[in-house]
């Protein structure tokens, strides 16, 4: 016969155990909403504009020069009745609440602040007003899981000012996924393209004359080390002066802005440097021994990283000759 005190003291081992294990699964949700409301690397707020208060950036991207595409009113009969897109630099970013807010009070904040920022309102409308899932197919965005929309409940809104000879253009689509509010914010500072092709004759004369030369046709997804398609031109020309040369080999640096800690940045330049020469390599079957890859991350800035011009300078790939 089992002692009562022993089965006393088995259930309350039990019960131990159950807290325990009930304890350690709320620790490990809590850990994971945690880190879902943390903003993806690299990100940060637009200036003047911020975010909504509870809310984590989930996608960010920023083109030097890109092409938006925007409506400044809602469709009429089915179909765009003021399409416009603006050029130059773009910047993409993509926002989730945790489960509470509305749509509508999320977007009603960034149009306040947009709205002292200076922008003037071109249209704002919800899901039916707007034209509904044909409405959202026609905008630029982040893919999912950046950025989740639904096309059946939607908030849009489009702004636009002038400051002097600068256009900027603004927009902000707010949606829903399960209980969370999703945000985007897209603004568009119009300008037009530098030309940033540096062709083979003016590299050798760089890297004759100074030793080094700097490209900034050379691009890269935002704080990652894939190239863009948008670099071929650029890494183009790079071959025509390696094949033009054959005895010349060349150190690829990578070069980065000031954002985000020095150990990111070693890293992140270093990866992008050995794109640039993995492309060659296999692209343009350059011998690899020819080609060093390095990257020295802010530690080189050719500008202030104190502003959006200067860092936008920094960012940039050398050749150099050893």
């Not at 489009?158 to 829903?176: C, F, N, P, W």
């Not at 119009?190 to 900034?216: F, P, Q, R, S």
């Not at 010349?248 to 990578?254: D, E, K, M, R, S």
Request: glycine share 8%; charged share 20%; with cysteine.
């Amino acid at each position: 016969m089992q002692r009562p005190h022993m089965t006393l003291l088995r259930a309350f081992s039990l019960v131990a155990c159950l807290v325990t294990c009930l304890a350690t699964c709320l620790v490990a949700t809590g850990a994971a909403v945690q880190a879902q409301q943390r903003d993806v690397a690299g990100a940060r707020d637009f200036p003047g504009i911020g975010r909504f208060s509870g809310s984590a950036i989930t996608g960010y991207q920023v083109k030097d020069f890109d092409a938006t595409r925007l409506q400044a009113a809602p469709f009429k009969d089915g179909k765009a009745a003021d399409e416009r897109k603006p050029e130059g630099r773009v910047t993409r970013i993509a926002y989730r609440t945790t489960p509470g807010p509305s749509i509508v009070e999320v977007s009603r904040n960034f149009e306040t602040q947009l709205t002292k920022a200076g922008f003037e309102t071109l249209t704002a409308c919800d899901t039916d007003v707007c034209g509904g899932i044909p409405f959202t197919e026609a905008l630029d965005g982040l893919p999912a899981p950046m950025m989740w929309v639904d096309g059946f409940n939607f908030h849009y809104f489009a702004a636009h000012k002038t400051e002097g000879a600068r256009e900027t253009y603004a927009t902000v689509l707010v949606s829903k996924n399960n209980d969370d509010v999703t945000a985007q914010l897209i603004v568009t500072q119009v300008g037009a393209i530098e030309n940033k092709m540096v062709d083979a004759a003016a590299m050798a004369k760089g890297l004759g004359n100074a030793g080094h030369i700097a490209l900034y046709g050379i691009y890269f997804d935002t704080d990652k080390g894939t190239l863009e398609p948008e670099s071929k031109p650029t890494l183009d020309e790079i071959a025509k002066l390696l094949r033009g040369q054959s005895a010349l080999n060349v150190v690829i640096v990578g070069h980065t802005d000031s954002q985000g800690s020095y150990e990111h940045n070693m890293d992140l330049s270093r990866r992008r440097a050995e794109a640039v020469a993995a492309a060659l390599v296999n692209s343009y079957q350059i011998a690899r021994t020819r080609l060093r890859a390095a990257g020295v991350g802010f530690l080189a800035p050719v500008a202030s990283n104190a502003t959006d011009d200067g860092r936008a300078l920094n960012r940039r790939t050398e050749l150099v000759a050893p």
